[in-house]
Nanobody, 121 residues
Framework: VQLQAFGGGLVQAGGSLRLSCAAS???????LGWFRQAPGKERVFVAA????????SYVDSVKGRFTISRDNAKNTVYLQMNSLKPEDTAVYYC????????????????WGKGTLVTVSS
């Protein structure tokens, strides 16, 4: 699976961004989602969606502000990020895996290149 992420950038606090992740390749994973890594910190789970039925999972800190969705026809997953906060600043990584809806970095089978999101105060 190849993953290409788009949509990062600089935004003021309270603003919005939408990240996209296009998936391709012969082997398709059951779950796609996003992780993020802030400067000096570990990479952590943000959100995921089950490709087959659209069930989602979010880390508590983004619930109510971020929405993950998918477009099966385009093999693309989106992360709509609203009410952004400076603490959301990080490199965001698209990921694909097979083991379960919510995993740690060790459970990810495929990673895309990161896209930087910077939220200014």
């Amino acid at each position: 699976v190849q993953l290409q992420a788009f949509g990062g950038g600089l935004v003021q606090a309270g603003g919005s961004l939408r990240l996209s992740c296009a998936a391709s390749g012969r082997t398709f994973s059951r779950y796609l989602g996003w992780f993020r890594q802030a400067p000096g910190k570990e990479r952590v789970f943000v959100a995921a969606i089950a490709w087959s039925n659209g069930i989602t999972s979010y880390v508590d800190s983004v619930k109510g502000r971020f929405t993950i969705s998918r477009d099966n026809a385009k093999n693309t997953v989106y992360l709509q990020m609203n009410s952004l906060k400076p603490e959301d600043t990080a490199v965001y990584y698209c990921a694909a895996w097979a083991s379960g809806l919510r995993v740690s970095t060790g459970g990810v089978n495929y990673w895309g290149k990161g896209t930087l999101v910077t939220v200014s105060s």
